[in-house]
């Protein structure tokens, strides 16, 4: 218990030499100190103000004159602050849990900044700033659909994998609108349902697949095609019936339909009936070559 009590003591004679050195240091030294202590978790001006009972006016201003001496970093569109250190400190860890993510699930493409949050327990906006960062220094790549992918990591594929993507990637190509449907690779390739599932995953991640229905995956060159000739055809001779999109494209309605469908969701195409337009906004949604 004596023990006990002269570490408290000592703890608590600690904390108030360091609070006077840093209030002789002047008002930033130890606004600093205090954001320094946050770690990483994110505060607003407004909550900064508060823990150290400072006029938020002037909180605001020491703020600033700290992120100009490289002190601190606003993160995101509100504004939350944390210290340089323990933002360097964030991105780091971000990294170093992505290439953990790799190794644990070695057919992932990439991961979701919404997983790279749960695992390192930041909060989204620190994530999102840190996924960022290492995009910026090349140190990771952001794919398809937002996965985000650590360069260094060159693992995954066994070499029976790597003979079995490559496969699937053949017999989406050889073809480009007569790919073979789910049941119809599982067969070709020999192997178990999950297998084929998760190479397709793996390739829907680095770009190379799309996903147009639930059982039909197409080459992204096919998509690309299907969709510039679609907008092509409806920019120049208005509302498109969607029994003509069949010899548009020159593909069975077992890919035509599932197309169209995919084109609707996806807000480049409005259907109306038999016949569809061109969405509001379609342009957004578009891919690049689309446009010309």
């Known amino acids: 218990e004596t023990r006990s009590r002269f570490k408290r003591f ?23 100190y205090c954001v320094r202590s946050l770690g990483t978790t994110l505060a607003s001006t407004e909550d900064i103000a508060r823990s150290v009972k400072g006029d938020l006016d002037i909180v605001r201003d020491q703020l600033k004159e700290l992120t100009l001496a490289g002190e601190v970093l606003p993160i995101g569109r509100d504004k939350l602050w944390i210290h340089v250190d323990m933002f360097k400190r964030a991105v780091d860890e971000t990294a170093l849990a992505l290439l953990e993510m790799h190794k644990s699930e070695r057919l992932s493409a990439g991961f979701h900044m919404t997983q790279l949050a749960r695992t390192t327990k930041f909060q989204d906006q620190l994530v999102e700033a840190a996924i960022t960062e290492l995009v910026a220094k090349k140190k ?20 029976e994998d790597h003979r079995l993507v490559t496969r699937i990637a053949e017999l989406h190509t050889k ?15 020999g192997r178990p349902e999950k297998k084929v599932k998760e190479l397709i995953a793996y390739l829907v991640g680095m770009g190379q697949l799309a996903i147009i229905a639930p059982d039909l995956a197409l080459h992204v060159t096919a998509v690309q095609k299907a969709e510039k000739l679609l907008v092509g055809r409806i920019k120049s001779g208005g509302p ?20 169209l469908e995919y084109f609707d969701k996806k807000g480049v195409t409005r259907r109306d009936g038999n016949v569809r337009h061109l969405a509001l906004g379609w342009e957004k949604k578009a891919f690049a070559e689309s446009l010309q």
């Not at 703890?11 to 130890?30: A, C, M, S, T, V």
């Not at 990771?140 to 992918?149: M, S, T």
């Not at 073809?175 to 390739?189: D, H, Q, R, Y």
């Open 240 to 259: 498109l019936p969607s029994s003509e999109f069949k010899d548009i494209i020159q593909a069975s309605r077992k890919y035509v339909i599932p197309l």
């Open 140 to 159: 990771a790549e952001v794919l398809q659909d937002k996965l985000v992918r650590h360069r260094e990591w060159t693992g995954g594929l066994s070499q």
């Open 10 to 32: 000592c703890e608590w004679l600690n904390d108030n030499i360091l609070h006077k050195f840093l209030q002789l240091r002047g008002p930033p030294g130890y606004l600093e």
């Open 175 to 189: 073809e480009l609108f007569g790919a073979p449907i789910f049941s119809e690779l599982v067969t070709a390739l």
